[in-house]
């Protein structure tokens, strides 16, 4: 995490936790990594 985010008191008392994702939608990951490639050129 980047040490900007402790002038955010919500996000800096998440510092040294991990995110525990339970459902992952694969068509949205999908998606997403479609989106980011064809913005690379």
Same mark, same amino acid.
């Given at each position: 995490?980047?040490?900007? $985010? =402790? !002038? *955010?008191? #919500? *996000? @800096?008392? +998440?510092?040294? #936790?991990?995110?525990? $994702? #339970? =459902? $992952?939608?694969? !068509? !949205? +990951? #999908?998606?997403?990594?479609? !989106?980011? $490639?064809? @913005?690379? @050129?």
């Amino acid at each position: 995490m980047s040490a900007q $985010v =402790d !002038a *955010y008191p #919500t *996000y @800096s008392g +998440l510092r040294g #936790t991990q995110a525990k $994702v #339970t =459902d $992952v939608s694969k !068509a !949205a +990951l #999908t998606e997403h990594f479609k !989106a980011a $490639v064809s @913005s690379w @050129s």
